[in-house]
């Protein structure tokens, strides 16, 4: 490996330090008067109050996990199923956990600064409000990309130099790095399930129990002082919106580097830094992300009262993909070189991975893109809820499921020809560092993101604070825009989810030992529905918490109103700090049975049911919760915009209707329903299907089939000679007629092979034959002329059987350098499949592999030993 991987938290030390200045920078900017201060402080201390109760519980989640995971670590498994681990996993894992809750403590901190300071910008300018709300939020985006990039960078250096300094990629030692460091992300992930679906449920709780007594029943503004859920409200904006989402995208940062490090694994490549340039890759390219997206930051800006907030952070979001683009392809060029070959013998060079990584960059666009559309004011879903807001409270409810339904349509086949595309160009490797692509500017997206938040507060404060029209003015558009980030946001992170997830999948699938999911065997399809199933239920106990928690926080705020005097006087302060506990006790109770449905459920069926049962569980899970995800975060934001709409007035049949009409109240209702929708279980959706995925990819070694390094298996075993009508000592002949010419000594390949092929031995990965007739040039890849004649008769034995495939493999000595033994061997298995092919055989039926010295069959002691260990070897893949 080369001295270039140091770049990578270096890239990460870059992010903190940028956070630290802009975060300084924020509490530098005025706070306001001491009523908005001490509005702020109410916030502030009820989001603190609420992540430490939740910390509290994932603690006595994270100890015990880690407990089981360092255990597991210290299983070596058997020579035929190994176990590539070590118990650090459950260092890697804590340090996962501990980092996912820093990024949400971070944007929740800065984001509880910056509300009541964009709230006072906001009596100066728009400009002035969208300077400092921004800039708390690029805070949030900078340190979440920061923490992602030093901590995966700074933990592969560490778990190299570890387990397998100068060891190959294919090494066992890497692969036990390799392994290692997923604890890490499943750490990010577990952290970020419970984040979202507790903030979740806290920030709608108290949404819904506000909106319904205060603005429904007493007719009161939004964020109405009056109201004794708005500090709540406003509390859950900051721990659902901001440390949810913070920790959420910091997990979905990892799994997706991590994903496509692991299919990295499995490239056969050529380059100057030992093999190693796939998995140095995507580091590398989250790096470059993070300095692009901190340049664009300062990109979003405008000039005066009447410019708009939407296309200046358009013109920040475009830069930073116009400038990871540009610095992938220098990237890519400098790093990789043009012949690779990825497991399956899929080719490909250079160039076809940057065009996979500008797949990735374009899918993320037009996902944003599309979930603006369904999402923004002005545009036909949401003027449709808003019409249909005309005829009742029935009828909205209608448009906005309809709504999206619909917005699944487009993002699915975006995402399915991304997937197409980016797999045409590199195979499953494609597809992961498209993923990685997509996710390199994520410090811009959430920088946006939690642009959002921080508005909304800001707007609650100026509400509450009863500031001038022309600052709640100003917090309305900078509010409004805000939902649509928050959306497109939440459609990048489902993006990225879908792709991540299927990288996994693929790593899981080569790590549990199995090369297909059969959905005609009756318990995979079983398992299939199954994973289908489980973001509903998932969904189901989200919205059903909501609805608990939100009944609770009705009942309290109608004795508020009803049992203390002078509230709608002015003349008694609410008590705000009974709905903070009721939030935050409902969502800490709440959240967990959500969470361990993720974290068990691929557990249980892997050890009783097999991987690839599993597998179709993922699949399951995948297609159905990336389905939910969408459908639930966009009909969600489209209500809560049909319900902004009337704040300006809006027209149905020709009459104009605003704020406190029929239609209005309609529309509240929607929102109502949306709330938990887009803000709880649709956003959760994202982590589930990526949790699930991590979970199985740190347990398939434990439930990996007969041998987890399957493909990469030596020909340990070779299938006995069986009694044969048909075989002389001298010859052997095919069913179709043709009579081949072998050795009449020793233990032929011919006949071993043909036996195999014609038994009612299943296929397997432990069955090897070697080739005893091939010789090649001392040192290279060139076979000799004597070569053919066995050559020949493996071809005749492929043309008697055409539905027989075949794998190659190749094998070397300990003799000199390991890379150079991998290289030799590759070349050696891959002159053997060209020869085959030039004699008539179809090429996708023939795959080969290079393992250099690994997997030796005698002692390397001696030079018989030696030479048994330089060899060629076939096995049956398909028969």
Known sequence: MNNIVYLVPAFGVVGLLYTAWRFSWVSNQPAGDANMQKLSG???????????????????????????????????????????????????????ALLSATAGYI?????????????????????????????????????????????????????????????????????????????????????????????GIYTKAADVGADLVGKVEAGIPEDDVRNPATIADNVGDNVGDVAGM?????????????????????????????????????????????????VSTFFVRIKDENSSVQNALNIGNWASIA??????????????????????????????????????????????????????????????????????????????????????????????????????????????????????????????????PIADNAGGIAEMSQLPPEVRGRTDNLDAVGNTTAATGKGFAIASAALTSLALFAAFVGIAGITQIDIYKADVLAGLFVGGMIPFIFSALCISAVGKAAMEMVNEVRRQFREIPGIMEYKTEPEYEKCVAISTEASIKQMILPGAIALITPVLVGFTMGPEVLGGLLAGVTVSGVLMGIFQSNAGGAWDNAKKSFEKGVMIDGQMYFKKSEPHK??????????????????????????????????????????????????????PMMESTTMSAASVKLDNGTELNIAASGNPIEVGLIDFIRSDKAVDKTTWFDFDRLLFETGKSTLKPESQEQLKNVSEILKAYPAVNIKLGGYTDNTGDANANLKLSSDRAAAVETELVNMGIDNTRIDSEGYGDQYAVASNDTEEGRAKNRRISIRVTKK
């Open 666 to 719: 309609a529309s509240v209702t929607g929102d109502t329903v949306g709330d938990p929708f887009k803000d709880t279980s649709g956003p959760s959706m994202n982590i589930l299907i990526k949790l699930m995925s991590i979970v199985s990819l740190v347990i398939a070694p434990y439930i990996a089939v007969k041998s987890a390094h399957t493909d990469l298996m030596s020909p340990v075993q070779e299938v």
């Open 323 to 452: 400038i990871t683009l540009v610095a992938c392809y220098f990237l890519v060029t400098y790093l990789l070189p043009e012949n690779m070959v990825l497991r399956g013998g899929i080719p490909f060079g250079a160039m076809d991975v940057f065009y996979a990584i500008l797949v990735g960059l374009a899918v993320g666009t037009l996902m944003s893109m599309i979930t603006e559309y369904y999402t923004a004011m002005g545009k036909r879903p949401v003027l449709s809820i808003i019409e249909k807001s005309g005829t009742g409270h029935a009828t909205n409810i209608i448009g906005g499921l309809a709504v999206g339904m619909e917005s699944t349509v487009l993002p699915i086949l975006v995402l399915a020809a991304g997937i197409i595309l980016s797999y045409k160009f590199a195979g499953l490797y494609g597809v992961s560092i498209a993923a990685a692509g997509m996710m390199a500017t994520t410090a811009m997206q959430l920088a946006i993101d939690a642009f959002g």
């Open 246 to 294: 913070g920790a959420d995208l910091f997990g979905s940062y990892v799994a997706t580097i991590l994903a496509t490090m692991v299919l990295g694994q499995e490239i056969e490549v050529t380059d100057n830094y030992g093999g190693f340039s796939p998995v140095l890759l995507p580091m590398l390219i989250a790096g470059v992300g993070l300095l692009a997206s901190l």
């Open 42 to 96: 109410y916030i502030a201390d009820g989001a603190i109050a609420f992540l430490k109760a939740e910390w509290k519980i994932l603690a006595y989640f994270a100890i015990p996990t880690a407990v089981i995971l360092g255990y597991l670590g210290t299983q070596e498994g058997t020579p035929e199923n190994p176990i590539h681990s070590s118990p650090l996993i459950a260092v890697a894992f804590l340090i996962g």
């Open 107 to 199: 944007g929740m901190k800065v984001a509880t600064k910056a509300n009541v300071r964009t709230a006072h910008a906001a009596r100066t300018s728009l400009a002035k409000a969208l300077e400092v709300s921004f800039t708390g939020g690029s805070v949030m985006g900078m340190g979440v990309a920061g923490l992602a990039v030093l901590g995966l960078g700074g933990l592969f250096i560490l778990f190299y130099n570890h387990f397998a300094a100068g060891k190959p990629l294919t090494s066992d030692e890497m692969k036990t790095a390799i392994e290692v460091l997923a604890g890490f992300s499943l750490g990010a992930e577990s952290i970020a399930l419970f984040a979202r679906v507790g903030g």
